[in-house]
């Protein structure tokens, strides 16, 4: 592109390709592009590289991720991700708000596992409160995670399969998600974002109905999943571009602080569920599925197997959930019962005063980590004693698995690095916050 | 019936007219094949597809093809003007003029033949526009000044050199057991036997299998691959240049089903009088596509080196060794 | 003039005046939404341009509002509900809407569905200006029709101030139902308003890369480094090394003040000649 | 998690080895936080990871923090993870604001934990704490060249007032 055809008001403003190589502190593409050994052979090499730029608005991003892929034919020599596109500010928002009203700032955070980042931060409110959530409380919140564990991995599965082509995949499983979306829908009044727990416990206790609703979906849902295996599994094209696709060692992965099912199906068997008891994990009886080679294979099938094993823990907590409260009676965070307001003068202060102010946090910090469906969902929370967090933090699991995607895909093909990402199952929203 | 011979030709108003209704019928069917698409994927998907629009949603392709001519035209700056103005029009060129040798009956009457023309050389037209119409995909997406598009073209490329030969050698044993190169009479040889699809099963596999590649259906669709390149070659087109390709897609498909439709499945010959030849022949059109359809709906898209790989170290041998087999049974029978 | 409430309900603008007084229902409407900008000959001259006058225009806008293909363009939550809009229970493609398309030139819609962050407003305006003519935009969900409760540094406030945005959708996140009648909304405003007059009014229309009339600056984002979607390119060999790190243009201005700008620009240096009908331009 | 005297013999232990690089623990609601010199992070950190006693070969999570009001301003804090033994151990380093324009140093833990990449990353972007040592330190959330940083306490929240009927008159060119 010429710079002198165009109109002359661009001329401040048009590049020429010198300006464009070089940028405002004197990078080179070369050196932005990066300087490990793999990378000083491209340079070399570096009339032979193809710079493609996906995203931020490409189809198979998953959101409005940006990738500066440098291609060799149809080979990836380099990978960098630029992130960032959907930065949100909620970190900072949530220091603006009430402990309670910070709630539905952080499950917009990672919006297909809100239930994981609403219990990380309740569970980090709850630790700096020293409060303890009745058991009913408490199997109401694994009920739902679990839920919502098997929605997130639905919708992974399904835009991941049609990033591979097999479209109808997609609408399978948002047919499945759909009916769980009732079941949230039909315990919180929302699809997305339902603010169900509460520090202290969970907003509400479950409707009549839902009991059964649940079971319904527990006796479906094995059957779905063994439809998808038929479509999927047996399928020559969608195993070869699974199959030795996108390796990266347990070693290396625990080193890139990796975690959830990309780490299991590399093989170690780290699951928070099973070693952090926070929640009551050790009342119900699942397995954690682990993975052999650490292929995007393994990684499709270690989350189909997390799939049946969530549906194992939502019978088990249908099954015996405990009667009593739905939340801890402690009067000073929670808000007083319904009815209450009515009769007692106190309760309507309680009430009044918790919703306009919210409770005050004794000062201190606490980390709270939780399994959700990417990996390791942790809240670090600062209270400086006022009823607002001083400085709330997710580590969130999309962000940092991201940094495996350059090992998985380089030396692989373009149409790898998509398979590669889906099955990374980055959230967007979760990496930017 | 009188086979026709090959070099027979009609009145030249005759031909015009003839070429005017064939034209006008694809040209129908093509908007019908794309509601066909949506409705079908609909019903595998568990839903319903198209439905407001006019009557059953009739009118659905009637709408996009209105909405695509009246889109802005644009030409992008990097943009190579006059290959990017041509390569949608070499497309839909070329895939309605294989079209002329599609047979859907034999000759009428003793004057009128039911196909645009007859040609001595009969399959080979059809693999010579068919080598055509990848250029206006190479030269689309090449002129488009995108990568995207030059990478789709590239493959379109790599696409069109493995799937033509293994094509190509899998019509071979037909050939040689009807033992002439026209259409007609290789459909009109299947109406004595039996059709082709039964002896010439692994060529029927083997024609279908490069015929997807050849259309750029899924599951080798990867010249457009909409999930690793956007929109591949077509990525800069817009308004009706996007749908000339579009529509040459549909086009194409009918070309490779008609082509397997008289080669394969008998042709125009089914049960019933002989006015019913042309209905059988877009009957067997019809079903083909829908297989096109079922396929896309199913199968997850090939990986570039896998789409190789299958080309060059499945197909073609197998075809070479279907053409071997068959010759050496022509020979001895 | 009195008019009656009746009346005013009644009209769709599909259809023609019926008399003299129905015109005039019209014009009052019109200038209720131009807020007194437009008097006398002027008012009369844009209303009778509003009008529907030819079949084929009827024909035309029918095709369009049945056949909106929205760009496959998610931001935040509200695209996994985006995405449930095409599902099995929704089905959006019952109204010609699910053929969702990659490439921003051969979608009609853009479905902003998220929070759009001051990082990512010039890639959407980018993507706005790729798409070609008669194009539309939806803004889905709170976030992106107001800043919904994302009042922060990160959150533009609102993608109407860098986008003509036609429908607002409002939902945290909208269920797909609320999506699909938006989409219905939008049909209906592309049967009745073919030729997109506010757009003119607000140079939203014929925005092209590269076509733009107006000073380079003067625009709410600016032309200059902004993230490059998709990646198209324009020239040989463009680096990503100047895309990271050249500045990148932020809305800063509201709607207004964003409209008084490229105003003042425009009398500093007047748009060289009149600007071709929309949708009908030709690259020859 | 190591109990309040394990913890205290962490902090012996480190500090036998390198002086001065534990200036304090804390033990609140079952978490065990060891208070880092700065200027010795990487020696604590490898030691934590490479002493086979503690092992702590896992970072969860990097990321600031900022006291305002509080004398040494900034934080960062690094949650460490012994998997085998499920320990969790909060390092926390205070730094001080060098105030004027000055930013806070600290050197980046990249090379023992590939991890910090991404997470120092963003402690920069969004506190202005400068890793010394980081492969790649710029801007990761935010448009590369915006100006402040938007996480810490004396940065204002932004966004614009929520304009109603009564308050427009008095929001600048909203109504013409």
Redesign the interface.
């Given at each position: 592109?010429n710079p002198t055809t165009r109109?002359p008001?661009?001329a401040?403003?048009v590049?020429t390709?010198e300006?464009?190589?070089?940028?405002?502190?004197g990078?080179?593409?070369a050196?932005?592009?990066g300087t490990s050994p793999i990378e000083r052979t491209a340079i070399e090499r570096e009339e032979e590289l193809f710079?493609?730029?996906?995203?931020?608005?490409?189809?198979a991003t998953h959101?409005?991720l940006?990738l500066?892929v440098s291609l060799e034919g149809e080979v990836v020599r380099d990978l960098?991700p630029?992130m960032?596109?959907?930065?949100?500010?909620?970190e900072?928002?949530c220091e603006d708000k009430s402990y309670w009203k910070a709630i539905?700032?952080i499950e917009?955070m990672d919006?297909?596992a809100y239930y994981s980042n609403m219990a990380a931060f309740c569970g980090a409110a709850e630790t700096l409160l020293d409060l303890e959530i009745p058991p009913r409380a408490a199997w109401l919140r694994i009920l739902h995670l679990e839920l919502n564990r098997i929605h997130s991995h639905l919708?992974g599965l399904g835009?991941s399969a049609l990033d591979l082509g097999a479209i109808s995949m997609?609408?399978y499983c948002?047919?499945e998600?759909?009916t769980i979306l009732d079941l949230f829908e039909m315990s919180s009044g929302q699809?997305?974002?339902t603010r169900y727990f509460q520090v202290g416990g969970v907003a509400e206790d479950i409707p009549v109905g839902f009991a059964r609703k649940v079971r319904e979906f527990c006796a479906l849902m094995p059957g779905r999943i063994a439809e998808y295996e038929a479509l999927l599994d047996h399928n020559e094209i969608f195993l070869q571009r699974m199959k030795d696709v996108g390796i990266v060692p347990r070693e290396r992965l625990l080193e890139l602080g990796v975690t959830g099912p990309l780490l299991r199906a590399a093989g170690e068997p780290w699951d928070l569920r099973k070693v952090e008891h926070a929640l009551p994990y050790a009342d119900f009886e699942f397995d954690v599925p682990i993975g052999t080679v650490g292929d995007n294979w393994d990684r499709y099938r270690v989350r189909l197997a997390e799939m049946r094993e969530s549906v194992r823990i939502i019978e088990q907590a249908v099954d015996g959930l405990p009667e009593g409260s739905w939340i801890a009676d402690e009067r000073h965070v929670v808000l007083p019962p319904r009815h209450e307001l009515a009769t007692s003068m106190e309760a309507l202060i309680q009430h009044f005063k918790l919703v306009t102010e919210g409770f005050r946090v004794p000062p201190g910090e606490a980390y709270f980590p939780v399994e959700g469906p990417r990996g390791e969902y942790g809240v670090f929370l600062v209270a400086d004693g006022s009823a607002k967090p001083a400085r709330v933090h997710m580590r969130d699991p999309s962000f940092v698995n991201l940094q495996a995607l350059r090992e998985m895909c380089v030396g692989g093909y373009v149409a790898d690095l998509i398979a590669n990402l889906a099955m990374l199952d980055p959230i967007?929203?979760g990496i930017?916050r | 019936m009188v086979a026709a011979d090959v070099g027979f030709a009609e009145a030249s108003w005759i031909m015009v007219v003839k070429s005017l209704v064939i034209f006008a019928v694809i040209l129908g069917l093509v908007p019908m094949i794309l509601l066909l698409e949506?409705k079908l994927l609909?019903r595998f998907?568990?839903?319903?597809?198209?439905?407001?629009?006019g009557p059953k949603?009739l009118?659905?392709p009637?709408?996009?093809?209105?909405?695509?001519l009246?889109?802005?035209?644009?030409?992008?700056?990097?943009a190579v003007?006059i290959l990017w103005a041509i390569a949608p029009a070499l497309v839909i060129l070329s895939a309605t003029a294989t079209l002329a040798i599609i047979p859907f009956g034999d000759v009428a009457d003793g004057n009128v033949g039911l196909y645009g023309i007859d040609v001595s050389i009969g399959i080979l037209y059809a693999f010579a526009f068919g080598s055509i119409s990848f250029y206006g995909l190479l030269l689309g997406g090449w002129s488009s000044?995108?990568?995207?598009s030059f990478m789709g073209a590239m493959r379109s490329a790599a696409q069109l050199i493995s799937y033509e030969i293994s094509m190509g050698l899998a019509l071979l044993g037909v050939i040689m057991m009807a033992g002439s190169l026209s259409l007609v009479d290789i459909a009109n040889a299947q109406a004595d036997t039996i059709w082709y699809v039964i002896p010439q099963f692994v060529g029927f596999l083997i024609f279908m299998v490069a015929g997807f590649a050849e259309t750029n259906r899924p599951p080798f669709d990867l010249p457009e691959a909409?999930a690793e390149l956007?929109?591949g070659y077509?990525?800069?087109?817009?308004?009706m240049r996007?749908g000339s390709y579009f529509m040459a897609e549909y086009m194409e498909m009918v070309v490779v089903s008609g082509i397997a439709a008289a080669m394969f499945l008998g042709g125009w010959h089914g049960p019933g009088p002989d006015w019913l030849g042309p209905i059988w022949m877009l009957a067997k059109i019809m079903v083909l596509i829908c297989l096109f359809i079922w396929v896309r709906a199913t199968l997850p898209r090939l990986r570039y080196d896998q789409l190789m790989s299958l080309g060059w170290k499945v197909l073609l041998p197998l075809a070479t060794l279907n053409v071997l087999v068959t010759a050496v049974l022509v020979v001895v029978t | 003039m009195e008019v009656e409430r009746t009346k005013l309900r009644g009209l769709s603008p599909l259809d023609r005046p019926r008399s003299p007084a129905e015109l005039r229902v019209r014009q009052l409407r019109a200038r209720d939404m131009l807020r007194g900008d437009l008097e006398g000959a002027d008012l009369d001259e844009y209303v009778e341009s509003r009008v529907l006058t030819t079949t084929l225009e009827r024909?035309?806008s029918?095709?369009?509002g049945?056949?909106l293909f929205p760009?496959?363009?998610?931001?935040?939550?509200c695209?996994?509900?985006m995405?449930?809009m095409?599902?099995?229970?929704y089905?959006t493609?019952?109204?010609?809407a699910?053929?969702?398309?990659?490439?921003?030139?051969?979608a009609?819609m853009l479905i902003l569905s998220?929070?759009v962050?001051?990082?990512?407003a010039p890639?959407v305006r980018r993507?706005y200006d790729q798409?070609?003519?008669?194009k539309w935009v939806l803004s889905m969900g709170a976030c992106s029709s107001s800043?919904g409760?994302?009042?922060?540094?990160?959150?533009v406030?609102g993608a109407d101030k860098f986008l003509p945005v036609d429908i607002h959708i409002p939902g945290?996140?909208p269920?797909p139902e609320a999506l699909i009648y938006g989409i219905l909304k939008l049909q209906r405003k592309v049967f009745g308003d073919p030729d997109l007059g506010w757009r003119e009014r607000y140079r939203a229309g014929?925005t092209?890369?590269?076509r733009r009339p107006w000073?380079?600056?003067a625009l709410p984002v600016?032309?200059?480094g902004s993230?490059?979607?998709?990646?198209?390119?324009?020239?040989?060999?463009?680096?990503?090394?100047?895309?990271?790190?050249?500045?990148?243009g932020?809305p800063q201005l509201?709607g207004?003040?964003a409209r008084?700008a490229y105003e003042e620009a425009e009398e500093d240096?007047p748009a060289?000649g009149p600007r071709p009908a929309?949708?009908?331009?030709?690259?020859a | 998690m190591p109990d309040a005297p394990g913890l205290e013999l962490i902090a012996h232990e480190i500090n036998s080895r390198h002086e001065g690089a534990i200036v304090g623990t804390a033990f609140e609601h079952g978490q065990a936080v060891l208070l880092a010199d700065p200027g010795l992070i990487r020696e604590t950190l490898g030691f934590l990871r490479d002493e086979p006693a503690h092992a702590y070969r896992f970072l969860a999570s990097v990321h600031g923090a900022d006291y305002l009001p509080a004398a040494p301003r900034f934080a960062v804090h690094y949650e460490l993870l012994n998997m085998p033994r499920v320990e969790r151990l909060r390092v926390k380093a205070l730094l001080a604001d060098p105030g004027d324009d000055g930013l806070p140093e600290l050197d980046s833990v990249v090379d023992l934990f590939p991890t910090a990449d991404f997470q120092e990353r963003e402690a920069h972007d969004f506190f202005g704490i400068v890793f010394r040592g980081h492969p790649d330190l710029r801007r990761i959330?935010?448009?590369?060249?915006?100006v402040g940083w938007?996480q810490r306490r004396d940065?204002?929240?932004?966004?614009?007032p929520?304009i109603f009927t009564a308050t427009e008159d008095t929001v600048p060119?909203?109504t013409?």
């Open positions: 592109m109109a008001d661009y401040d403003t590049r390709p300006e464009l190589g070089r940028d405002a502190i990078r080179t593409e050196q932005v592009i710079t493609i730029n996906m995203g931020p608005h490409h189809p959101g409005v940006r500066l960098k630029v960032g596109y959907v930065h949100t500010g909620i900072k928002s539905p700032f917009r919006y297909l919708v835009t997609f609408w948002f047919r998600r759909d699809r997305m974002h967007l929203g930017d | 949506r609909g998907q568990a839903r319903y597809g198209p439905n407001r629009v949603g009118l659905q009637l709408a996009d093809v209105v909405k695509l009246s889109k802005e035209a644009y030409k992008p700056d990097a003007p000044g995108s990568k995207y909409d956007v929109a077509n990525t800069e087109y817009g308004g996007f | 024909a035309q029918w095709a369009r049945n056949s760009a496959t363009f998610g931001l935040a939550c695209a996994i509900e995405m449930s095409v599902s099995a229970r089905d493609s019952r109204f010609g699910e053929v969702f398309r990659a490439s921003p030139r051969q009609d998220g929070r962050s001051i990082k990512m890639v993507i798409m070609l003519e008669p800043g409760m994302f009042a922060n540094y990160a959150v406030q945290c996140p269920r014929g092209e890369e590269g000073k380079a600056g600016e032309r200059v993230a490059p979607a998709a990646g198209i390119v324009t020239g040989h060999g463009q680096p990503g090394a100047a895309q990271l790190d050249a500045p990148v932020h509201t207004h003040e008084d240096e060289a929309v949708g009908w331009r030709d690259d | 959330l935010m448009p590369e060249d915006y938007p940065f204002p929240i932004g966004g614009e929520v060119g909203w013409r």
